[in-house]
């Protein structure tokens, strides 16, 4: 399973990950490097409003990636949905060794 994107981030402190799935947060603890994709970089003040949000400390981050959109073709919860017609072509071509 891969880790879900994380809604905002602040390069400088901790990575606001509103959105990560429980097993996402171990994964990216126990891993070797941790490159975080994020939806939004934020000023630090934001992050720092509410300390306990944040899930992933800065000292296991190794890099982070501004990807507005790269929760797709899934979904970032509250800011858009799935791509239903793209997940249903991919299906449809995946099942077919030439697809």
Do not use: C
């Amino acid at each position: 399973m891969p880790p879900r994107p994380s809604k905002k981030l602040n390069t400088s402190t901790n990575p606001r990950a509103e959105f990560w799935i429980p097993p996402s947060m171990e994964m990216a603890r126990a891993s070797k490097r941790l490159i975080i994709s994020a939806e939004e970089i934020v000023p630090h003040e934001e992050i720092a409003k509410y300390p306990e949000r944040t899930l992933i400390p800065y000292y296991i981050v190794d890099a982070v990636v501004h990807a507005p959109g790269g929760a797709l073709p899934g979904e970032m919860p509250y800011d858009y949905w799935r791509d239903e017609e793209h997940m249903k072509l991919y299906f449809e071509q995946a099942k077919d060794a030439d697809g």
